[in-house]
């Protein structure tokens, strides 16, 4: 028994010794957002949404290579190098626009915990305040570092999203057809729910996140390899992970009658085959993701502003030395959490809209991305290959083309 | 400050008038050639109607918020880039520098210019560096609203702005830091560890630039303050090996050795190649333990006497080892076999004798560590003990090196 103790401890060093960037930023990606976005989608439309996953892949290991390629080639935080290159106005714009889609973000990951526990009859007056106190606290005076370590290791529970995906006997034919087979619909909701898809997947936010991640442990061009494997083995766990999510969904909800998600105990449905157990499970796993990603998000927004914007930023810095890093750090988690408090705020609702928030902020920051890294007096001989310019500048159009038309729909005919 | 002053922002885009008052384009960047002076504007460069022209301070007669710059002279020359010119604009803004006297990395976001009539014409000097909201709040507005305008309710922001003398451009390019006059001497006169926080705030090319060119000496006590190990080694790597063995001579040989361990094997080859014979030894020693033994935290830098030695030659002793002076504080009895026999605390001998034996002075129990002692456990010694410095010795009981409790210290904060 001690031996099996032993073994397991082993593995689980192995496990975080191999954690860099790439793989933190690819379990943060499932956040709150992240599974009700993937759960809605599964509920309400069933195996159709699947053919999204690939490219999403794509793109996903595209912006984040990037992004860990120019932190390891300039050693400066994305927003250093907006701020460097296109001046102050449009950093400030820019970093403004962020801050706005994060706070969202902030929100949707306090529902989360909302949400989580109000299955069990916990109230959100006692479990979001508390939440929010507990994460604030964590960050700056406690130490976040070991902590990161238990989120992680608590991620490994989205694998039960891969046994329910199987146990539920879902349709794998009309899943394989649908994984590879477009489909487009000028349906509102479906393009709510597309741009939302994208927008969790990759948000912008972890952009800024990663890179300043990858700065930060000194990676540089010559050990760059490494990462980015890393990286992309990060991105394709994502959306496996997503993948089966939809799919279990689909197998345990839309297949009874498909419907809109609207608090947890329905996506929990998911979960299905775990019987008594499947509330539980979910409720275990939104709650981590969503503590992990609020632990990080605000922070990382602080940063990316206060980096940009030249203000002094450090959770080891006193409060009078970084007095704007700690208003704006403090700030998000007080309005996140405050405004979920707010009698009879839906939920669920407000977690989705998050990520379509984040879907229509992609395509500008990617725009800058892709300028920045094509310069070479920054890049040297690490600026794009061709097809890396060619897939962004792709996705740029599209999402800006899915928010035109989600917009002109909603104007045309109400909200669908 | 002079009683006229002018912003970078304001200057951008502000008409420039021919002696008859035509408007012949407007600024777009001004800058310093430092080889001439270091703070005095130098040259304007004008978008005119085609091409960019360069105006030099002696071509203008006069600067105003109301009229924009006036020249007395036009004959203008044809932009070129010169690489003895510091571009505020392209340069500077936006740029990060070091604040020497604030001893941090900050952003630039404007630049305050004096202007002074010197009798034939307007002189613009730079004056200061701003950062904090004041500036931001001017440069976001600067072109929506009237420059007037801006100045009068930008006052109820505090002003937050570094003295252009204690501004340090930093620069990666060697060649160019020479043609734009840039040093360091500043940094060197910093406490080593602002200046490692300072070196940790900047990119990798810019760490290189400051550790290239300022004094071995500085540069190795200011590594050593460096709290990452990763971050100290890939400093040491991206310099030439010559210039790292120089601060590599300057360092404690634990540190070295600690730092040395985290590089490539080739890497450290190379570097200890270059040292001197005497520190290239003792690092090579050190390197040969486990980071987390005894051995591994130890340093050589001792001072070690024979068994029956008296005070007057522990005396002569230091005075041959003043550079260890600072931080000594306990002197070590050896035999024939040089094997550790007493340890003295140094206070010991102010109140003896000149001609007592040191023998006399020893502690009454000695502490002290084998080379493969863990980590954890001399830390436990050092509480348990109360100690400042524990003696290590190999396997033979031969004094190997010394533990001191600064490096526990470090052990303790990194945990």
Redesign the interface.
């Known amino acids: 028994m001690v031996k099996l103790l032993q073994r397991f401890r082993y593995h689980i060093l192995i496990f975080l010794g191999v954690l860099g960037p790439g793989f933190i930023t690819a379990m943060v990606d499932n956040d709150s957002g992240g599974i009700y976005t993937y759960s809605a989608a599964g509920a309400k439309y069933g195996y159709l949404p699947l053919w999204t996953l690939l490219p999403i892949t794509v793109v996903l290991i595209i912006t984040q290579e990037m992004c860990s390629r120019m932190g390891a080639v300039?050693?400066?935080g994305l927003s250093?190098l907006i701020?460097?290159e296109f001046?102050?106005?449009i950093t400030?714009l820019l970093m403004s626009l962020l801050v706005l889609a994060n706070l969202t973000n902030v929100m949707a990951e306090f529902a989360g915990v909302a949400s989580s526990l109000e299955i069990f009859h916990i109230s959100r007056y006692i479990t979001v305040p508390l939440a929010a106190i507990g994460v604030w606290f964590l960050v700056v005076k406690g130490n976040y570092t070991s902590v990161e370590k238990v989120f992680l290791f608590a991620s490994v529970i989205y694998v039960t999203y891969i046994v329910s995906g199987i146990l539920v006997k879902p349709d794998w034919k009309e899943a394989a057809i649908n994984s590879v087979r477009p489909m487009l619909m000028l349906d509102s909701g479906y393009i709510f729910m597309l741009i939302g898809m994208v927008g969790t997947t990759i948000a912008p936010w972890m952009q800024f996140y990663l890179q300043s991640a990858v700065?930060e442990k000194?990676v540089?061009a010559k050990d760059y390899s490494a990462s980015r494997l890393e990286v992309t083995v990060g991105c394709i766990m994502t959306n496996v992970i997503a993948f089966f999510i939809i799919v279990a969904c689909a197998g345990a909800i839309w297949s009874v009658a498909p419907k809109d998600i609207t608090d947890a105990s329905e996506a929990a449905l998911g979960l299905k085959p775990f019987g008594q157990y499947a509330v539980l499970l979910f409720s275990a796993g939104l709650l981590n993701a969503s503590i992990f990603a609020a632990s990080i998000l605000p922070l990382s927004t602080a940063y990316s502003v206060c980096e940009g914007?030249?203000?002094?930023a450090g959770v080891n810095k006193r409060m009078s030395e970084a007095p704007?890093f700690y208003f704006l750090y403090t700030s998000l988690i007080v309005v996140g959490a405050g405004v979920v408090l707010i009698p009879g705020f839906p939920l669920v609702r407000m977690i989705l809209l998050s990520q379509v928030a984040n879907g229509v902020l992609l395509p500008f920051i990617l725009i800058f991305m892709v300028i920045l890294i094509n310069k070479r007096d920054l890049m040297g001989d690490w600026v794009n290959p061709r097809w890396f310019n060619l897939a962004s500048w792709a996705t740029v159009v599209i999402m800006i083309g899915l928010t035109l038309a989600l917009v002109g729909i909603t104007i045309r005919g109400g909200t669908g | 400050m002079a009683d006229k002053y002018l912003y970078f922002t304001e200057l951008l885009s502000m008409p420039v008038l021919d002696l008859k008052g035509r408007r012949i384009g407007r600024a777009k960047d001004a800058a310093l050639v430092p080889r001439e002076h270091a703070a005095r504007i130098d040259r304007f460069l004008v978008g005119g109607e085609y091409t960019w022209l360069t105006v030099r301070f002696d071509q203008i007669r006069s600067i105003t918020l109301e009229n924009g710059i006036q020249l007395s002279d036009e004959q203008l020359l044809p932009y070129h880039d010169d690489e003895y010119m510091m571009r505020i604009g392209r340069d500077l803004?936006?740029?990060?520098i070091i604040d020497v006297t604030g001893r941090?990395v900050?952003?630039?976001?404007d630049v305050t210019m004096g202007i002074q009539h010197d009798g034939q014409r307007d002189i613009l000097t730079v004056l200061e560096v701003d950062?904090?909201?004041r500036s931001?709040f001017r440069?976001?507005f600067q072109g929506v609203l009237p420059r007037p305008l801006i100045r009068r309710l930008q006052r109820r922001i505090p002003p937050n702005s570094i003295r252009w003398e204690f501004a340090n451009v930093v620069e990666p390019d060697p060649l160019r830091r020479l043609r734009l006059n840039i040093s360091y001497d500043k940094l060197e006169e910093m406490h080593p560890a602002d200046l490692a926080d300072i070196v940790e705030d900047l990119?990798?090319?810019e760490r290189g630039a400051i550790f290239e060119t300022i004094d071995s000496e500085v540069a190795a006590d200011a590594l050593t303050e460096v709290e990452?190990p990763?971050?100290q080694a890939?400093i040491l790597e991206n310099l030439e090996p010559e210039k790292a063995a120089d601060i590599m001579e300057e360092m404690a040989p634990d540190e070295a050795a600690d730092i040395l361990s985290e590089m490539k094997e080739e890497t450290s080859e190379e570097i200890l190649e270059e040292m001197d014979s005497e520190p290239k030894t003792d690092v090579r020693e050190l390197l040969e333990f486990e980071d987390d033994t005894a051995g591994g935290l130890m340093n050589t830098e001792y001072v070690a006497l024979h068994d029956n030695a008296t005070v007057a030659d522990a005396m002569a002793a230091l005075k041959g080892n003043e550079d260890l002076l600072e931080t000594l504080n306990t002197l070590f009895l050896i035999d024939e076999e040089e094997r550790l026999t007493a340890a003295i605390p140094l206070a010991r001998l102010f109140l003896a004798a000149g001609e007592s034996r040191l023998k006399d002075l020893a502690s009454e129990t000695m502490i002290q560590v084998t080379v493969d002692e863990t980590q954890d456990r001399v830390s436990e010694f050092f509480d348990k003990y109360n100690l400042l410095t524990l003696p290590v010795v190999d396997d033979e009981g031969k004094l190997a090196g010394v533990i001191t409790a600064d490096d526990i210290i470090s052990i303790l904060r990194q945990k």
């Open positions: 300039t050693g400066k250093d701020r460097e001046g102050l106005r400030f700065v000194g540089t914007l030249g203000f002094e704007i | 803004l936006d740029q990060q941090k900050v952003r630039v976001n950062i904090g909201v931001i440069r976001l990119a990798p090319a990452d990763k971050m890939s």
